[in-house]
């Protein structure tokens, strides 16, 4: 049995800034981690037997967010842009020039007059009804469930208003070393101060009564704080029988329910050779694509990057939203199959030859992930209700922390669990 002040469930971005927030003002410790490494959704490999340097989970910073970049400062971590040229292809066509979606102007436009909430799918079948607006409603559910990884028919209109309305295209970045850096950082720096990180601890019990907690882990130990911090993902909290509280909290389990999580696959594909940057896709493209960093299309793995400005022999493919979701229990095998039936169809290769110039691949369904069974957290209409919920602590013992519950504009990302994490710490203080 272990003691201590407080005990903080998962060693994501949240978890580990919670406590390294709470290990600088002299609090014992612990951190309880489901996997065999700290991080969660933030996962940089390193290995030359393999893809010798890759981000299975989040890659870019998406901005000048103050707190990532504040910490990367702290730590001595460098980061640079990662701004490329960003190319469509449709039905044998590349352009580079192309608007995402058509009627962004009108849309924005109609989107701004919006004064009761409801979702973006909704939303856009009530303003753009008929044939006619068909082309604008398919590119904007595709941009929500691609980009936010959200279902178009759950996603608030006006949240996605917000978004759109701070959105800042050319400030992107990729940390030098990968955010591991920044995760390694954080968990040395709560050990220093005390902190105690236990892996391989999947939690399952949380009994609590006023400013105790009991937490049993699947293998029976058990650990007992003052307070509990739950920094799980809100897929895991969503997913009936994952994480059990005792006594219950049926209103915070209910706003966790009325919160959006979306679904996403990562594939990670590295070539002998860099085929996109040879004369013949530049011929078919009409132009270099040398300086490629995003292509856009509409095969079934829909978007793929490169790692421009570095030339490197990677390329990533991503689907996010709804067909994710419905990807969650295929193999990685066909995943792979239909990445590379994609890249096929766009380069107009055969997709034998590009199997066969694969020199390694890795799919990251973190949907079918039991620790942490989604993307990230969108909004729903109900989403501000449930997050002033949760983010009231249950009787100064329980407090939620994760990027599902920041209010800014960076929703989803590491500045949000962070902001979080740091946040929570705060006010248990
Ligand atoms: C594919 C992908 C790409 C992304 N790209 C970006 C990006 O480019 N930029 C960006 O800013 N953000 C990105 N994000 C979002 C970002 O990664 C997350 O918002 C952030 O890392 C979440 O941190 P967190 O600590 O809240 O959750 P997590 O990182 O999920 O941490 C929760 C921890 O809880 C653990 N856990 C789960 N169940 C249990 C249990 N029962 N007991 C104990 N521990 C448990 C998990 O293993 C995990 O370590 C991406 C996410 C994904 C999935």
Request: charged share 25%; hydrophobic share 40%; glycine share 8%.
């Amino acid at each position: 049995m272990e003691n201590t002040d407080v005990i903080i469930i998962g060693a994501g971005a949240t978890g580990l800034m919670a406590a390294y927030t709470l290990g600088k003002a002299g609090k014992k410790v612990i951190v309880l981690e489901a996997r065999n490494r700290a991080g969660g959704r933030i996962h940089t490999i390193d290995d030359a037997s393999f893809i010798n340097h890759a981000e299975l989970g989040a890659e870019f910073v998406h901005g000048n967010l103050p707190v990532t970049l504040k910490l990367l400062k702290e730590a001595g971590i460098t980061y640079a842009s990662a701004h490329g040229e960003m190319w469509h292809y449709d039905k044998g066509e590349f352009d580079k020039e192309f608007q995402q979606v058509e009627g962004w102007d009108m849309l924005m436009r109609k989107l701004n007059e919006l004064q009761q909430d409801t979702s973006i799918g909704v939303f856009l079948e009530q303003q753009f009804a008929g044939e006619k607006y068909r082309h604008l409603k398919e590119s904007v559910r595709k941009y929500v469930s691609g980009y936010d990884t959200a279902d178009p028919f759950m996603a608030s209109a006006l949240a996605l208003r917000k978004e759109w309305q701070n959105e800042d295209e050319d400030a992107q970045y990729r940390i030098h070393g990968g955010y591991g850096r920044m995760i390694n950082y954080l968990a040395n720096e709560s050990q220093v101060n005390g902190a105690q990180l236990f892996l391989n601890t999947t939690v399952k019990e949380i009994y609590w009564e006023n400013r105790h907690v009991e937490v049993i882990a699947a293998d029976g130990v058990s650990y007992r704080a003052q307070k509990v911090i739950i920094a799980l993902p809100l897929g895991v909290l969503q997913a009936n029988g994952a994480v059990n509280f005792s006594p219950s909290v049926p209103l915070y389990q209910e706003a966790i329910r009325q919160m959006g999580f979306g679904s996403i696959i990562k594939v990670l594909l590295e070539f002998k050779n860099a085929f996109w940057e040879d004369e013949e896709a530049a011929k078919l493209a009409g132009s270099s694509l040398k300086e490629m960093g995003f292509l856009l299309s509409d095969e079934e793995i829909p978007t793929w990057w490169t790692q421009f400005p570095e030339h490197s022999t990677l390329l990533t493919g991503w689907l996010g939203g709804p067909p994710a979701a419905e990807k969650k229990d295929t193999s990685d095998e066909e995943i792979l199959r239909q990445g590379l039936q994609s890249l096929a169809n766009i380069f107009k290769r055969n997709m034998e030859d590009l199997k066969t110039d694969l020199t390694a691949w890795k799919v990251v369904n973190w949907t079918a992930d039991p620790f942490t069974r989604g993307s990230y957290a969108y909004d729903t209409v109900a989403a501000p209700e449930a997050r002033k919920i949760l983010t009231n602590p249950v009787n100064h013992t329980i407090y939620f922390a994760g990027e599902y519950l920041y209010e800014g504009p960076a929703m989803g990302t590491v500045e949000a669990a962070l902001t979080s994490g740091m946040e929570v710490a705060r006010e248990l203080l």
